[in-house]
């Protein structure tokens, strides 16, 4: 039997256990773990499919927007700003139709909400469209384009837009186009809306003459040459337009021999501004690749010049006021990519500007008078040769000129698209 002494010990270690737990007698005692806690996923935001939407004027669409929720369900479709003829159930349903009364591009605004009020918006664009006719060539523009002074028997005839549709420059690339291969020789078509004296606002402004080319019984009379462009919807638009805005031809902006540079700068905003929205218009609602050129300067080398103004401050200010031209045409066509060339024609007329005028000044001054124009500024007190200026008024193209337009132009427009 052990003593007394020694069996209390003994159980006082049984008792106690490790003598290193600090004298607390837990030893590897674990306490109470607090129940595990579960974290919930962020909601996430409906899904909208972002998609195009293209069809032909006065057809109906009917399709469905493609949206989903991945985690809830979508609540409410919410669309801003569709376009002209377009409905849709509201709530939930994707659903919707479209039936465009008139060409042209739209983005329109959706915002899908999900049962947990999470919402997402997205950008569709709706693109309207009359039938496509791309074996139509369409000129478009002013006198250049026109062929003004080429076909005096259409003048004579009564077109009062003067157009030449042999001789133009547009006829011409179409030409080119149809040896090309490019466009079937027995389908092409050059509808030749351009008229004389237009200036950027009238191509969308001013009623025109019914163009040469179209068929009998289309088209209404208050159309514009962009009304008639939105209408054929043809493969090929080309553009000349700008000078009548600055006044090169009335030449007012040399008024006494001076050049007014607040004036001329004021025409030249007016025609980025103008040209800015006919190729808006152009690319929005129309398929065609559109040529935009500039302006050759034709002042002679020796120029007639005005009054305080005359041969090489002539040529200065004449280049002055072209180029600026020629600049914000170039600006105005890069906005667009490859949906619109920008054709230079400038550098062609180099070594065949104006030549002498046609006429005594005893006919020509009475005629300039009656017309409120000036061109005989231009012309030459010589006779040089190689002009592909016209000598009836010393300022439009020559047949040859009209070809050496035609030839640019045509390449352009059958330049690979980027």
């Not at 054709?343 to 017309?371: K, M, N, Q, S, Y």
Request: overall charge negative.
């Amino acid at each position: 039997m052990l003593p007394v002494a020694v069996a209390l010990a003994v159980i006082s270690v049984a008792a106690t256990g490790c003598p290193d737990d600090g004298g607390t007698g837990l030893g590897d005692v674990v306490g109470p773990t607090a129940p595990p806690t579960t974290t919930q996923p962020p909601n996430r935001p409906p899904v909208i499919t972002v998609d195009s939407f293209v069809w032909q004027v006065g057809d109906r669409l009917a399709a469905r927007l493609v949206v989903g929720d991945p985690d809830g369900t979508v609540t409410g479709i919410e669309w801003n700003r569709p376009p002209p003829g377009f409905t849709s159930p509201g709530g939930a349903d994707p659903s919707f139709s479209w039936t465009p009364p008139v060409a042209g591009t739209w983005l329109a605004r959706v915002t899908a909400t999900d049962d947990a009020g999470a919402s997402s918006e997205a950008e569709i664009r709706f693109v309207s469209r009359y039938a496509h006719r791309q074996y139509i060539l369409m000129g478009l523009g002013d006198s250049v384009a026109a062929g003004f002074g080429l076909d005096l028997t259409d003048a004579l005839l009564g077109d009062p837009c003067w157009r030449a549709p042999g001789a133009g420059y547009p006829g011409r690339v179409m030409e080119h186009l149809v040896a090309a291969g490019d466009v079937p020789r027995d389908e092409a078509r050059v509808v030749l809306a351009a008229c004389a004296g237009t200036s950027t606002s009238d191509v969308w402004e001013a009623p025109t003459w019914s163009p040469h080319g179209v068929r009998q019984g289309v088209g209404e009379p208050g159309w514009s040459q962009l009304d008639w462009a939105v209408r054929l919807n043809p493969g090929y638009v080309t553009l000349t337009v700008g000078a009548n805005d600055v006044g090169v031809v009335d030449l007012s902006i040399l008024a006494g021999g001076e050049l007014d540079r607040a004036e001329l700068d004021r025409r030249l905003e007016a025609v980025a501004g103008g040209v800015g929205f006919l190729l808006d218009e152009l690319v929005d609602r129309t398929d065609a690749r559109i040529a935009l050129t500039n302006y050759y300067n034709p002042t002679a080398v020796n120029p007639t010049g005005l009054p305080g103004c005359r041969g090489a401050c002539f040529v200065e200010l004449g280049e002055v006021v072209h180029d600026s031209l020629n600049r914000t045409l170039a600006r105005a066509a890069a906005r667009h990519g490859s949906r619109v060339q920008f054709v230079d024609i400038a550098p062609l007329f180099e070594g065949h500007e104006a030549g002498d005028a046609l006429g005594p000044d005893w006919l020509r001054d009475p005629i300039e008078t009656f017309l409120g124009v000036q061109v005989r500024a231009y012309c030459s007190e010589g006779d040089p040769s190689g002009s592909w200026v016209s000598s009836f008024d010393c300022i439009h193209p020559t047949g040859d000129g009209m070809a050496a337009i035609a030839e640019a132009v045509a390449a352009a427009l059958m330049a690979p698209q980027s």
